[in-house]
């Protein structure tokens, strides 16, 4: 029986979160709502709270976004889900887009061999046509195996979430999915996107610039983040490198473009590239968690 539940992950959220939310409450059986937020914002979660399909769960400040998703997913395969749709905040399907998403899935002939059905993520620097609304929009519905996808917006097999043991922990942030979706992999899951499934997904502040008539983006993140992403990648290509060779230098390739774009164009030079280097000792002495 098709079972659909939910998880969003909150932390700090700003007022547009309960409009992306209700992109997908009503097609979700039961959503559960994970606040990593020190400072709670009230008015959404007594928002979250009025509706009769929503479980809010204070998770006592930030334990990371794959412990939080981790809560989601055991609370529903307690609840007897066979599906969970992950969420971030900053995130909403456009119309339709999920309905297509869960057609999929549930009208799947090999669906028990699928670890993750995933939307297409539409990003700042991601071009695809629009529809007649002025909404965006793929140009097929075609369903196409991929290495690894984002978290948001996919709907994932619980069954094949047991068999791999979940999201990994001590990545606290970053990697976290394309670790599972390796993981996944290992294990023969296939992961599937339906490019007709438009999610709209905010990555933080990306910025460009005009390099030669060429838009060169570069994202902003906290020298803390820059610290995740270092380390956590370099243990990802550690862990799953071998099987997966041409995935591995593509990310080894992504830091290093990545901290030039820092030195170019980013602020804070110093400071990132001083959490860049701690990340890296930190990977190679096999410390992990939160940062202290």
Not at 7 to 12: C, E, N, R
């Amino acid at each position: 029986m098709f079972k659909l539940h939910g998880v969003v992950v909150l932390y700090h959220p700003n007022d547009t979160v309960w409009s992306n939310v209700q992109s997908y409450l009503s097609q979700v059986d039961k959503l559960f709502v994970v606040d990593n937020s020190d400072v709670k914002n009230m008015q959404l979660v007594s928002q979250l709270k009025s509706c009769d399909n929503t479980v809010y769960i204070d998770n006592g400040g930030n334990k990371g976004i794959a412990t939080a998703l981790n809560i989601g997913a055991q609370r529903a395969i307690s609840d007897g889900a066979s599906w969970l749709l992950t969420m971030d905040q900053d995130s909403y399907f456009v119309e339709k887009a999920l309905s297509s998403l869960i057609a999929a899935v549930k009208f799947s002939p090999k669906v028990n061999y699928i670890g993750i059905y995933s939307p297409f993520h539409f990003t700042v620097n991601v071009r695809i046509v629009s529809d007649s609304t002025g909404q965006p929009s793929a140009a097929n519905g075609n369903l196409i195996s991929v290495d690894t996808v984002m978290t948001s917006g996919n709907i994932i097999n619980l069954a094949a979430y047991q068999d791999v043991g979940g999201f990994l922990d001590k990545y606290f942030i970053d990697c976290v999915d394309h670790e599972y979706c390796l993981a996944l992999k290992r294990k023969g899951y296939t992961i599937m996107v339906l490019t007709s499934s438009v999610l709209v997904h905010n990555l933080g502040d990306i910025e460009y610039v005009k390099w030669f008539g060429h838009k060169i983006y570069y994202t902003n993140h906290s020298a803390t983040r820059r610290y995740y992403i270092t380390r956590n990648r370099l243990d990802l290509v550690y862990r799953h490198g071998f099987y997966f060779p041409v995935f591995a230098s593509h990310e080894l390739y992504k830091l290093l473009s990545e901290w030039l774009k820092i030195l170019f164009f980013e602020k804070n030079k110093i400071k990132k590239t001083f959490f860049i280097i701690k990340g890296i000792f930190d990977f190679i002495f096999r410390r992990f968690g939160k940062i202290s």
